[in-house]
């Protein structure tokens, strides 16, 4: 049982990325999923989750630029950032909470 994240890298103030986890879990439809960064010399924070029902919730900093959500049928998870800041750059892992499950990080990095 595994997730793989992917869809990181550089982009300048105002992009947009859209990071992607796969997930190989067979519960994967029923169990809340959340994505969590983790920016150079802080602590790891959450960024945004999701239940297996499609209930949203975000952290303040990222409310109305970021949208989570997932595909069950393939068991994909989504973070599409929009109105990308400096600030927004860390490493994004998702995770499975209930499992204690995580993916290995993908570098997001926001930079003119």
């Known amino acids: 049982v595994q997730l793989q994240a992917s869809g990181g890298g550089l982009v300048q103030p105002g992009g947009s990325l859209r990071l992607s986890c796969a997930a190989s879990?067979?519960?994967?439809?029923?169990?809340?999923m959340v994505w969590h960064r983790q920016a150079p010399g802080k602590q790891r924070e959450l960024v945004a989750s999701?239940?297996?029902?499609?209930?949203?919730n975000y952290a303040d900093s990222v409310k109305n630029r970021f949208t989570i959500s997932r595909d069950n049928a393939n068991h994909m998870l989504y973070l599409q950032m929009n109105s990308l800041k400096p600030e927004d750059t860390a490493v994004y892992y998702c995770?499975?909470?209930?499992?204690?499950?995580w993916g290995q990080g993908t570098l997001v990095t926001v930079s003119s």
């Open positions: 995770n499975a909470p209930k499992y204690d499950l």
């Open positions: 879990l067979s519960i994967f439809s029923i169990t809340t």
């Open positions: 999701i239940t297996g029902g499609g209930g949203a």
